[in-house]
């Protein structure tokens, strides 16, 4: 099938046409996690959504190459150019050696993700490994005139970029308001020729652990250097996509922009991406805000907001039910309603081996197995559009309660049609798969089997009119502390314990 797919270019504000630069060949850059802490939901979000992209780029047959770095240096407090890298300040806070924070949290990082089901990316370099690299880059830029050494520091000079280039193309801020904002910010007085100039390479204090030497100093790279660096490193100076939370817009990926504008006189990015932000009573969830609930503690329900475990699987379907340039606001609501919508989805994936062929398909059946796919392409092509595949989705789970209740018939070539999109979009694009409940797994999958059996007995019984061995059963299976109830959509149950 011919991919239509179009994504919304934060640089030009509008959808456009995915064209990859070197096709079937895709290179894309996200930005990754700075590991001084346990990953919490806003970590979630960017890792489900660009990995929904890596998968479906991958189904229509291209060969991406998905970079995720590790920022395990140079990210200071609030974002700033002064004060102390988050990770030495774990460190010295926990009295051990800043790589053994930088790797223990990455290690719980990796957990979490496998737990999401989020795919490993082709390549995952840490800044520390790429401090030559980065030396380059602000050497170029220097070369290049547009940054200045200060006192051993260097700094982007943003007055010089800007008579050639365009400074705050990607946020729409203009220099003057970003001036404006820099005074606010002293960070850096006496060393900078203008208040918004960033930092490149800054000079380590003596109290300073993480440190290399440089030509200008023994000191630390900027917290953007990075990602221009190993994006330019693994997918060349021109790349297709570069991903990222909103938050990120400015002033990271403006920042990384003028790096590499300044450094090689081109752009680097065709297709800048960016999710938007996960918040708790209207406010983003983030460390720096003191707000944030770590996805171990969704995991195991053990926080004071949370008022139950919600399983990885929950979570991520919670992420995929909202558009990924949506905001989502955190409620137990919503987290209840996303685990009632995974469990419909997956429990009607499961049913479609009990469902029996019929020679024809009924016309409304038919309808909706016909037009599945090409619905649920549509949306993905539509800028990934998660809701519109879920409600789908969701309209052929209330066929498949049908097809098991024997209120609806299904053909054999429909039946694998249907097994075919459902298990396509539903695991191997959306990410999804079922969750196993503990040790008694095997014995607990032989039980449901016995009681569906049972189930499709009574449902044979109803057609046949014969309710009084309909409700019989129903009856003993109460008594056995099962819970069988008749819904519009089908029958479900439930052993209560």
Not at 126 to 153: K, M, P, R, W
Not at 165 to 192: C, M, P
Not at 327 to 343: C, H, I, M, P, Y
Not at 368 to 395: G, H, W
Request: proline content about 3%; some cysteine.
């Amino acid at each position: 099938m011919e991919s239509r797919l179009v994504i919304y270019n934060t640089l030009t504000r509008q959808k456009e046409r995915f064209e990859p630069l070197h096709a079937p060949n895709v290179g894309m850059y996200v930005c990754g996690p700075t590991v001084y802490g346990d990953p919490h939901l806003g970590h979630a979000r960017p890792a489900i959504t660009f990995d929904l992209v890596f998968r479906y780029l991958k189904h229509l047959g291209y060969k991406v190459r998905y970079v995720r770095n590790i920022t395990d240096v140079g990210h200071l407090e609030h974002d700033a150019d002064e004060g102390e890298d988050k990770i030495a300040k774990k460190a010295r806070l926990e009295q051990l050696e800043p790589m053994e924070i930088a790797q223990y949290y990455t290690n719980r990082y990796h957990q979490a993700m496998d737990a999401l089901n989020v795919l490993r990316p082709s390549i995952e370099p840490h800044a520390t490994g790429h401090i030559i690299e980065q030396q380059q880059l602000v050497q170029q830029i220097l070369d290049n005139g547009f940054a200045y050494e200060s006192n051993g520091s260097v700094y982007f000079d943003i007055e010089a970029y800007n008579k050639k280039y365009q400074y705050g193309i990607l946020s729409g801020r203009s220099l003057e308001n970003i001036k404006d904002a820099s005074r606010e910010n002293l960070d850096g007085v006496g060393e900078k020729r203008n208040q918004a100039d960033f930092a490149l390479w800054k000079k380590a204090q003596p109290e300073h652990i993480m440190r290399w030497p440089s030509p200008w100093s023994d000191g630390f790279p900027g917290w953007h250097c990075e990602c221009t660096a190993m994006g330019r490193k693994y997918l060349g100076e021109e790349f297709d996509i570069h991903g990222g939370g909103m938050d990120l817009v400015f002033p990271h990926h403006e920042c990384e922009i003028a790096q590499a504008q300044a450094s090689m006189g081109h752009p680097a990015v065709k297709y800048w991406m960016h999710n938007n932000m996960l918040t708790i009573n209207g406010q983003k969830m983030g460390k720096s805000y003191n707000n944030f609930i770590t996805l171990e503690q969704f995991f195991t329900g053990n926080h004071p907001l949370l008022e139950k475990a919600y399983s990885p699987m929950t979570i991520r379907f919670f992420v995929l039910s909202a558009h990924y340039r949506g905001t989502v606001d955190f409620s137990n609501e919503a987290l209840v309603a996303a685990e009632k919508g995974l469990e419909k989805l997956m429990n009607a994936i499961s049913d479609l081996d009990r469902v029996q062929v019929s020679d024809k398909c009924d016309a409304e059946t038919e309808r909706v197995v016909k037009t599945l796919r090409q619905k649920c392409y549509d949306a993905m092509n539509d800028d990934f559009a998660t809701p519109q595949v879920i409600s789908y989705l969701f309209e052929a789970c209330t066929t498949i309660n049908k097809l098991v209740d024997h209120k609806a018939t299904i053909c054999a070539d429909c039946l694998r049609e249907l097994k075919d999109v459902m298990h396509l979009f539903a695991e191997d694009i959306l990410g999804l798969k079922a969750e196993k409940s503990g040790s008694n797994d095997t014995r607990e999958e032989a039980f449901g089997k016995v009681v569906d059996m049972v189930l499709e007995l009574r449902a044979k019984a109803k057609a046949d009119k014969d309710w009084a061995t309909s409700d019989r059963i129903r009856d003993a299976l109460a008594a056995a502390g099962f819970e069988v109830k008749d819904t519009k959509d089908g029958v479900t149950w439930k052993l209560n314990r």
